[in-house]
């Protein structure tokens, strides 16, 4: 009876003393959301420079997020007190049809007519990274280059 | 066996050309002038030449439709022939501004004034341009814009710096308007009134069935009006005014439509009910007076 007693609480001992396993810490995987935190930052002959704001996992993402997120704001929703206040694709859902286009900003196409992109701003916090990127792109090169693909029409009638 | 696969193969290229072709609307070029604005009682010649910022703007809208590929009639070309022909003398006031616009055969025609402010905090240029049809006189876009502030009298660089933001801004303007005309057509305005002489009324019932003539006229306004869409302005005993009809670009052959054609065939469609009409068309203006 003694050794049965002692049996127990030496098992409930070694139960209690089992290591308590530290749950894993499960990384957040960050997707691509465009938001407006898109503003300009200088023009001049052409040359768009927008300070788009992004965050993700590590430092290359969120530099790519917020170069497609200043390439998609340009595109879908014009650059207040720009040269291109105005949207060059007036509808998005039809043209997001073209495969020029999802080419251009989904496939790194943009690099094309990006002549700059430089991290303005890094802050970096538990498992991600916000970057402030300058990008600059080449606006009547674009625009030719989605006219010629049939994503927009060209100046006329 | 392989003449087949030829044909096949030479079929599906073509369809898969046609296809590319149609993915790719195809637009024909407006022509458009750029002209200075003048006030009541300055020529165009005038308002151009002794305004050298007036001209330096001019000369950057210019170069902006340049660089999307759209040639501008040059106004000082089209003065000088306008002059030619007699239709403008240089004493002649900015009322002959229509003269000249309708000379040019520009189907848009670009306003554009420029104005220096001085200021103690530093200079600046107020530029201000304004996009119209040539043919209905609908304005087609607006942009004012000032330059930034400087402790300068280089005025033309201010206007260069205001007119780079801002022209880029009026052509895609321009451009959502063209875009709205290509899906929902031109307006045209139709004007049906009746002659003192005439038998008719709007009330008159014209055919079998018992409408009335107003009825009659709306019906085929309806029918040929480009997506059906339309306007009525007002209706009296004696006139019925459209005062919005929607027409499309190009016709069933993909040549330009011609408001002409259109007067003719609803001329027709009149007589076809034994009703006689005059027309008189003076640009996107139809005036009709039955008989």
């Keep these: ?157 | 066996m392989k003449i087949v696969k030829t044909v096949l193969i030479i079929l599906l290229l073509s369809a898969g050309r046609l296809a590319a072709q149609g993915t790719t609307p195809a637009n024909t070029q407006p022509t458009i002038m750029v002209i200075p604005f003048s006030q009541e009682g300055t020529s165009l010649r005038t308002a151009y030449e002794q305004n050298e910022l007036v001209r330096v703007a001019i000369t950057k809208v210019k170069e902006a439709f340049d660089k999307r590929g759209v040639n501008t009639i040059d106004l000082r070309a089209k003065i000088k022939q306008t002059a030619n022909t007699g239709a403008l003398q240089e004493d002649q006031k900015s009322d002959l501004k229509d003269e000249v616009i309708n000379n040019s055969g520009a189907d848009v025609y670009v306003e554009v004034e420029a104005n220096a402010n001085y200021t103690n905090t530093g200079n600046s240029v107020t530029l201000i341009l304004t996009a119209y049809d040539a043919f209905s006189g609908e304005s087609y876009a607006n942009k004012v814009g000032n330059s930034p502030k400087f402790y300068t009298t280089n005025f033309e660089k201010l206007v260069e710096k205001v007119a780079d933001t801002e022209i880029p801004n009026l052509l895609n303007t321009i451009q959502e308007k063209f875009n709205d005309v290509i899906d929902n057509g031109r307006t045209i305005t139709v004007k049906v009134g009746i002659h003192e002489n005439s038998k008719f009324k709007m009330e008159t019932e014209v055919d079998k069935e018992g409408n009335f003539l107003s009825d009659v006229i709306e019906d085929y306004i309806v029918e040929k009006s480009y997506k059906g869409k339309y306007h009525i302005q007002g209706m009296t005993a004696n006139q019925l005014t459209f005062d919005i009809v929607k027409v499309p670009l190009k016709d069933e052959s993909g040549n330009n439509f011609r408001v002409s054609r259109f007067a003719s065939d609803f001329r027709r469609f009149l007589r076809s009910k034994e009703i006689q009409c005059t027309q008189t068309i003076n640009g996107n203006s139809l005036v009709f007076t039955i008989n």
């Design chain 1, 1 to 157: 009876m003694k050794l049965n007693t002692i049996g127990l609480i030496c098992t409930l001992i070694l139960l209690s003393c089992t290591s308590g396993k530290k749950p894993v810490e499960q990384k957040t995987v960050y997707e691509y959301q465009r938001s407006g935190m898109v503003n300009l930052s200088r023009q001049q002959n052409g040359l768009l420079s927008v300070n788009s704001i992004q965050t993700a996992e590590d430092v290359n993402k969120a530099v790519s997020f917020a170069e497609i997120n200043a390439l998609e704001n340009i595109l879908f929703r014009g650059i207040p007190g720009s040269l291109q206040a105005d949207p060059i694709i007036s509808n998005e859902k039809e043209a997001m049809t073209k495969q020029a286009l999802t080419k251009l900003i989904f496939n790194e196409g943009y690099r094309i007519f990006m002549t700059d992109s430089r991290l303005i701003e890094r802050q970096d916090s538990k498992n991600a990274v916000t970057v402030t990127q300058e990008v600059t792109f080449d606006i009547p090169a674009l625009r030719k280059h989605l006219e010629q693909n049939g994503v927009i029409r060209k100046f006329g009638l």
